[in-house]
Structure formats: structure tokens, C-alpha cells
């Protein structure tokens, strides 16, 4: 092993990649295990309980997002390299998932509510995908703290919706998608003007880096100056993400209801 445990990416020599490597495969199947069982043994706690771990949770996630971004500047720029305003602002979509746990714990009436609707919808469903494809694990090896970091959050987004659903302490509806849109709105209004001065991809709204179909097709309009329709597509697509949850949140309700009859 030529790396160690808080060694960075540039610095690991002869690694190619650890996406769907042995531990990784171990790991996505004991979330897609462990989380809903967990959560299903959990289902009957308190509400106060629950908005206590919402608080707590919030500073512990945004503590460590701090320093992650630290680790990775002090790399970035004792190699010369600099900031890199480009890839390590926190304004990606998962990165929503610190903000509005943080207006959801913190927070009260339609901020909250707003929040909880994104965290429990979009949110679940980009950290289900973030522990499948952990794209950590294309820079940095199962065994540190680059992929860890990765793997961590994105299993956070899973459970903390996930738990949330199954314990009721929010309930899904339609009107739901449009609230767990908002903040992405919010966020794009931010990460818009960043993606097009640096040529940066967050929320990948400029040019849906990581996303086959999606990235030919926003080269396509780029390449006829027409990025800023890629730009409101892909906002657009997140919609989908929240229905398919509240769809099943009312599927996983009515069979409930029709077994207790």
C-alpha cells in the first residue's frame, strides 16, 4: 500500500479505481439491508427524540463537510494548485442535503417543512444512488478517509429520509415535489453563475458530468450555445426523484392500511 489513511488523491500512485470493488459491493448491500431494518425496528420513536437527533445530526454533518473542505484546500494549495472554486464548493444537490438539515433542525414553518419534504424525497433518492455509484471511490481507495467521507454522507441522506418516512415524523404528498424543489431552486440560483464563470458542473446543471445520456445531450446544446437549456432540463429531471418516492410512500401507506383492515 504506497498511501495512507488521510493521504490525498493526487498523492495515491497506480490507483485506477474501488467503484464495485469487494468492500464496496459488501457496503451497498449492508445499507440496502441494514438501513430499513434499522429504521423499521426504530418506527416508534418519539417525535421529540427525532427532532433532537435532526439538531444534532445537522451540526455533525456540516462540521465534517468544513472539514473535508479543509483537508482537501490545505492539499489543493500547499501543492500549488490553489482553491479550486470549481469542484470543492459545497454546491452540489447532495450538498443540500447540510443546509436543509440544518433549516429542518433549527428551522420552523415552511423553511422547515420544505426542507424535510427535499431531505425525505430527492435527498433519499440521491443518496441511494451516491452509495451505489460512490464516485469517491474513482479517486480514492476503499481504505481512506476520501472514500469514507463519500460513503458516509451518502448512506446519511439514505437513512436520515428513510428514517423520517418510516417513523412518520413526515408525511409525503403530492403537493411535496414542487416544496422539495424549492431548494434546489434556491441552490441553482447560486451554483448557476459559478458553473458558467469557472466551467464548473455543480448540481450538474452545465453539463451533467457522470450522467451518459444526459452528458452527450448537454454537449449537444452547448455546442449550439444553448447550455442554458441543459441548465433548466436538468433542474426539471429532480422532479421525477421526488415523485418516485412519494409514489411509493403512498403505495407502502395503502397496502399498510389494507393489512391492518
Partial sequence: MNYHFFDYKYNIQNFSSDLFSVPHIIFIVLSFLLVPTICILLRKTE????????KIFSIVITVLELTKI?????????????FNVGGILPL?????????????GWGKGKPKDYSLAFIT???????????VYCNGLNYYPFWTFGAFYSMFFHLSMFATGMFLLITRYKKLDWID??????????????A?????????DYMQIYEGSGIPFYKDFAKTLADNHLRFVFTIIMLLTYIPLACIVIAVSKLVEKIASKTKK
Fill in 70 to 82: 479543509t483537508w482537501e484546500s490545505y492539499y489543493d494549495i500547499s501543492t500549488g494548485s490553489g
Fill in 121 to 131: 424525497t430527492v435527498s433519499l433518492v440521491a443518496g441511494a444512488i451516491g452509495i
Fill in 47 to 54: 417525535h421529540k427524540k427525532i427532532e433532537k437527533f435532526i
Fill in 192 to 200: 448557476t453563475p459559478v458553473n458558467y464563470e469557472y466551467s464548473a
Fill in 92 to 104: 452540489y444537490t447532495c450538498s443540500l442535503f447540510i443546509y436543509t438539515m440544518l433549516v429542518a
Fill in 177 to 190: 415535489m414542487i416544496k422539495a424543489w424549492i431548494p434546489m431552486l434556491i441552490l441553482a440560483l447560486i
